[in-house]
């Protein structure tokens, strides 16, 4: 064998190895982040009152905001870290999980300011062997954590066990209750976007992720993007003439406007421009919890006014400590403000986030709620009553 040959061989073979072991390094790397920026204050399983769990049993759970799909955890398996799989979600009796995608985030992100320079997520699709159009394609991003829940969906069919059922209209949702109502274990999946800097500044690329199954958008994420301003973007503007028209487009299609990380100034655009209620997916009350993205009585009030509907979250950004107590006082602040009507469960689940307990401790908030002196109805209403209502109300009928 020639020398040039010889080294050909031994320059493939070291690009191999080092092609395998980035991977392994990224692989390893990624279920790392997950473990290290998802936790639980107090590990599960969880054991509330009997009286909080008995009526945990009548209530039909939606929560409004999780992002599980950005993780490579397998959604159909039990895990020890993290806040949401299946098996979980079967235990805290959620009839209805909202999955967010997240595809992409600054790094050093913070509260206050962010540009959209760099970005977190490339490393995570690489290292989940995303397909390589979606390591530079926002939008694929987003497709392809869509194909992820569909094909959950599909595999949990035929493992035969709890069966996770994608909702697309009113229909689905209400043939997904019907379901549940005769015993048969199935939990509800809904898609929706964290920001829509997926639709890289053309209106047509919404119309591609509502056919491949997202019915709430949210408008923006930790930074400015060309439909408006985030709370904690760098102009945190309003509407831009693509905002407006992106609006006027959901609106059309009968689909959702989420305003969770929205700039004051884009809550009071979007609320002017739209003829349909907004939903806040996850977010706080500055009433019991000051902060750049928490809603004030103000806010609280036209988005009710409006019909919209309010999730509150988990998070320490959101209720200042990651207790159920500190939930419990957010809820009760949010209701004397704008009803009890327009008020929801709102985790942010999995979004980097440190909550009190997992997605299989709902009990431990029918018992915070209880304790702050909500009646079983107000109860049954935020954990999921309201939500079940407004999205049977609001989805495309079919």
């Given at each position: 064998m020639s020398r040039t040959r010889l080294l050909r061989r031994l320059v493939a073979a070291v690009l191999v190895l080092v092609v395998v072991a980035l991977t392994v390094v990224l692989t390893v790397g990624a279920d790392l982040a997950?473990?290290?920026?998802?936790?639980?204050?107090?590990?599960?399983?969880?054991?509330?009152?009997?009286?909080?769990e008995s009526l945990l049993r009548a209530i039909e759970v939606v929560d409004l905001h999780a992002d599980a799909l950005l993780w490579?955890?397998?959604?159909?398996?039990?895990?020890?870290?993290?806040?949401?799989?299946?098996?979980?979600?079967?235990?805290?009796?959620?009839?209805?999980q909202l999955f967010s995608v997240v595809t992409k985030t600054p790094r050093g992100i913070n509260y206050e300011r962010n540009t959209d320079d760099t970005d977190n997520i490339t490393l995570l699709a690489i290292a989940q062997r995303y397909p390589v159009r979606a390591w530079f394609s926002l939008r694929e991003r987003a497709r392809w954590q869509a194909r992820r829940l569909a094909d959950a969906a599909e595999r949990s069919v035929k493992d035969g066990g709890v069966t996770l059922r994608l909702v697309r209209s009113g229909a689905d949702l209400a043939a997904l209750l019907a379901?549940?109502?005769?015993?048969?274990?199935?939990?509800?999946?809904?898609?929706?976007?964290?920001?829509?800097?997926?639709?890289?500044?053309?209106?047509?690329n919404l119309d591609t992720l509502a056919a491949d199954g997202f019915r709430v958008f949210g408008l923006t994420h930790f930074f400015d993007n060309e439909v408006g301003g985030s709370a904690h973007g760098v102009d945190k503007g309003g509407l831009t003439s693509l905002g407006r028209a992106v609006v006027a487009r959901i609106d059309s299609l009968g689909l959702l406007i989420d305003l969770a990380h929205a700039s004051p100034r884009l809550v009071d655009d979007v609320l002017g421009a739209t003829r349909r209620p907004i939903v806040v997916s996850h977010a706080g009350v500055r009433g019991t919890c000051p902060g750049p993205r928490n809603l004030s009585d103000d806010q609280l009030r036209r988005i009710a006014a409006g019909g919209g509907l309010v999730g509150i979250g988990y998070w320490d950004g959101a209720i200042c400590e990651p207790t159920a107590a500190a939930f419990a006082r957010a809820v009760v602040h949010a209701i004397s403000v704008a009803g009890d009507d327009h008020i929801a469960l709102g985790s942010d689940f999995d979004g980097s986030t440190t909550t009190p307990f997992d997605a299989s401790g709902m009990g431990l908030v029918v018992a915070a709620l209880q304790g702050a002196g909500l009646s079983d109805a107000q109860i049954g209403k935020v954990m999921g009553g309201n939500a079940l209502r407004f999205l049977l109300a609001h989805l495309p009928a079919r």
């Open positions: 997950d473990r290290s920026m998802n936790h639980v204050v107090t590990a599960g399983p969880y054991a509330a009152s009997p009286a909080a490579p955890r397998d959604l159909l398996e039990r895990h020890s870290y993290g806040h949401v799989d299946l098996p979980r979600l079967q235990d805290g009796h959620v009839a209805l379901e549940r109502r005769a015993g048969r274990p199935v939990i509800g999946a809904l898609l929706a976007t964290e920001g829509l800097h997926p639709i890289e500044g053309r209106l047509d």
